[in-house]
């Protein structure tokens, strides 16, 4: 218990000592500060998305087969595990609203309990009701549509209109893309009952499963009873998985950036703490000599730092959690349609970084009182003797030393000995500069692999995406006028290895094709005949290695195609397996058709051509692409400014943190120097020189740990689905630097400036 004469005490030190108190408050809020942001960010993310998925029946199984029809249906829910079914009908087609306007149309057959729509106005579909749809909320809003409004699509040259009854969102399509990014001007969607567009057919069935059933069980259960269905499941599905993708990423960040800028902070307090408590020796020994208990004067003390401490990591975390989270969400989610969002109380992890911050200061300052609570009162109450002089190695090098002039000697001495302020002086400004070329490194990261992927990887100026009837590659290579015309075909196949089964894309090239540079460094090459070549990333979560055998099954297929890997090629935005053409015709699985035709320097007006064909869905132009792309991860854009914003406070507070205590602890000196007849100019010089020196040193060495931080922090973004590379700008690393040495000079500058407030008198008399 503190006397209320030590309270006062305490009042008084920390007023006399304000600055370093709001130091070691700033360091501990920016700690816990930065960890609370992207915790809150994560936590609000998944607790949304999570409740959102299970309060409105999210599908476990999306089964695609020829024919959903009664039978299908019993025998799915006949399966051991079945909770729920509903069959369905899918397709995109034109609307009246105008040109390139398209929109998705999910037919069910009966009622919508499955994958159950969040009504935001109007009310639900009746089931009898043949004219009425659910309109997406967003598409609504984008074409100035609300209920009773009318939305006509497109099918077999005739105009079918439906009457919005409800404007809603779907928990199966959070984000709604016809492409890469979200486009409510051009893409979206309407819910209807079956009956209402007979020639529709019904080819989907919607699982889910009961709660006690085994996820990976039910879907081999489903597989051998339906063997020509492709089975989709959450790890599979599209929008399912990018928005828990963008929920895990934030939580795998919350594992890097934050707990090092914490651990940072976390290191300055306590060398400030240190400091502060070895220089109230003189106070110790008075308050032992008046005859005070050692546990009031420990408690005394704990006071000391127990207070800053805490309350800079209670608001660190209040305003981490109840700011940012908020302010940044439509940002960060501007890619996802989400009809709420929730936010979760405090994370027990987050809470620890609190009590940890804490601990951690009252055990510094414990160890430190204790050192000193060891000395009689006698010896509290004389100044602490200085260590014993030792030569520097400088001075071990006469040569050397003898060139030096006397202030280079004075800087060398005390660089050298306080080794101790030197280094975390040097190990501040390291972490910072690290932390500041992380943050610039992330934001060239995302860029370079968007226009490495869209420019160098995919190298055509067009791809022509093709549906319905469609003619041969060779007709479409004879017809098309330009420099290069290539073909593909995509079908989504079910993958299954040793390591586990997923749901992905197989991709058949052309032989000899020039247009997809899939080696490393996006280079050439060559499909090796009757083998298949999986993404690395792929490779990587299912553990295949050239050698490894896979299987594949074809949507409408009972038979499996085992394949062996030859290749493993390299595709950052997209996984899956590749062909080329001779091996896919030799295996008798119907004939090569063209999904999509890649176009290079095409001739004038092929491309409008192209566009006026029936076939031709649309033409993705890789401009256009980086565009949308880049669109698409602006929330990671977002989450790197906020990490740079904390690394430049963080370079603030522990430069200007340092630097009061370089000043406080070497102030007898310089008021000798001004005794000896030094200039202020002389000494503020002799002070930048002192700290200068250990900047460029810190800076210097942060740059390969800030490189190496950018590859760990893409490496743990990254999701099933996308492979990050690290692709750290020169440019990005030297502003970065120039940043923190600016930084720590300009704080310098002004700190230099109490120099010409010393007091002679006060900083050279003695307690003797």
């Known amino acids: 218990m503190v006397t209320p004469m ?191 567009l007979p020639a529709l057919p019904l080819t989907q069935i919607i699982v889910t499963a009961a709660p006690e059933a085994d996820r990976d069980t039910l879907r081999s259960a489903i597989e051998s009873a339906f063997p020509r269905a492709l089975v989709v499941d959450r790890r599979s599905h599209n929008s399912t998985v990018r928005v828990r993708n963008d929920a895990q990423m934030f939580k795998n960040m919350t594992l890097i950036f934050p707990v090092l800028a914490y651990f940072i902070a976390c290191m300055i307090v306590m060398t ?105 009162p006698a010896a509290l109450l004389r100044p602490k003797p200085p260590k014993d002089g030792q030569r520097i190695l400088l001075e071990r090098i006469p040569p050397l030393w003898r060139r030096l002039g006397f202030n280079a000697k004075t800087v060398a001495r ?16 390291l972490f910072c500069n690290m932390l500041l070329i992380a943050s610039f490194g992330l934001q060239d990261s995302v860029k370079r692999l968007t226009y490495e992927h869209y420019g160098e990887v995919r190298h055509y100026d067009a791809l022509a995406r093709l549906s319905g009837d469609v003619g041969t590659a060779e007709s479409y290579e004879r017809r098309i006028a330009a420099g290069k015309v290539e073909s593909l075909m995509e079908r989504s196949v079910a993958l299954r290895t040793a390591g586990g089964e997923r749901t992905t894309l ?18 050439l090459v060559s499909f090796p005949e009757g083998q298949a070549a999986v993404t690395e990333k792929l490779s990587e979560v299912l553990h295949l290695s050239p050698g490894d055998e ?90 790197f400014g906020v990490l740079e914003g904390i690394a430049l406070a963080l370079a603030f507070v522990i430069c200007w943190n340092m630097g009061l205590m370089n000043f406080a602890e070497r102030l007898r000196e310089y008021a000798t120097l001004k005794v000896l007849g030094y200039h202020q100019r002389e000494i503020r010089n002799l002070i930048l020189s002192e700290n200068l020196i250990l900047t460029l040193l810190g800076v210097v060495s942060g740059v390969y740990p800030g490189v190496l931080l950018t ?11 996308l492979r990050y590379t690290a692709y750290p700008d020169v440019r990005s690393v030297v502003l970065a630097s120039v940043i923190t040495f600016g930084f720590s000079f300009l704080l310098q500058l002004l700190q230099t400036r109490r120099v010409k407030s010393i007091d002679m008198v006060e900083a050279l008399k003695s307690v003797e």
């Not at 000899?512 to 899939?518: D, H, M, N």
């Open 414 to 429: 005390n660089l050298l000995r306080s080794k101790l302020r030197s280094f975390m002086f040097f190990l501040g400004i």
């Open 6 to 196: 030590l309270g006062r005490k305490l009042r008084r030190d920390m007023s006399r000592q304000a600055m370093q108190f709001l130091s070691i408050i700033l360091l501990c809020t920016l700690g816990t500060f930065a960890y609370a942001v992207l915790d809150g960010i994560a936590r609000m993310a998944d607790v949304t998305v999570e409740t959102y998925f299970a309060e409105n029946n999210l599908a476990d199984y999306w089964v695609s087969l020829p024919e959903a029809d009664r039978t299908a249906l019993s025998h799915m829910r006949a399966l051991p595990g079945v909770s729920q079914v509903s069959a369905r009908g899918q397709a995109d087609f034109e609307t009246t609203l105008g040109d390139d306007i398209n929109i998705s149309v999910t037919a069910y057959d009966g009622r919508m309990d499955i994958n159950r729509p969040y009504l935001l106005d109007g009310e639900v579909l009746d089931l009898s009701d043949l004219r009425g749809c659910l309109l997406q909320r967003d598409f609504a809003a984008a074409h100035g549509l609300s209920v009773g409004d009318r939305v006509s699509i497109r099918q077999g040259g005739e105009d079918i209109s439906f009457v919005i009854r409800g404007i809603v969102t779907s928990p199966e399509f959070v984000v709604v893309s016809e492409s890469i990014a979200a486009d409510p001007d051009a893409y979206g969607y309407i819910l209807i009952n079956a009956r209402a």
């Open 550 to 639: 896979i299987r594949l099954l074809l949507p409408g297929d009972d038979e499996e195609i085992s394949f062996t890997v030859g290749l493993i090629v390299y595709n950052s935005f997209s996984q899956g397996v590749y062909l080329n053409r001779s091996t896919w015709e030799a295996l008798h699985k119907g004939p090569y058709r063209p999904t999509a035709i890649q176009i290079l320097e095409p001739a004038e007006g092929t491309l409008e051509r192209l566009s006026a064909m029936d076939e031709v869905e649309r033409i993705d132009y890789p401009a256009k692409q980086i565009e949308e792309t880049l669109k698409m991860l602006d929330s990671l854009s977002t989450i």
């Open 711 to 721: 590859f760990a922090i893409m490496r743990v973004c990254e999701s099933e689905t």
């Open 272 to 376: 400030t703490l240190s400091r502060m408590i070895d220089a109230q020796r003189l106070q110790m020994g008075t308050l032992k000599a008046l005859g005070y208990p050692p546990g009031k004067i420990r408690g005394h003390y704990l006071s000391y730092v127990i207070v800053p401490a805490l309350t800079g990591a209670l608001i660190g975390l209040v305003i981490g959690h109840t700011t940012l989270p908020n302010v940044l969400w439509n940002t960060l989610m501007s890619q996802c349609e989400l009809p709420y969002r929730l936010t979760p109380p405090i994370s027990p992890m987050a809470w620890g970084m609190v009590a940890l911050t804490v601990l951690l200061a009252a055990g510094i300052c414990w160890f430190s009182y204790h050192k000193a609570a060891r000395e009689q």
């Open 506 to 523: 197989l991709t058949v090239l052309g032989d000899g094709q020039e247009l997809q540079r899939l080696g490393k460094n996006a280079t």
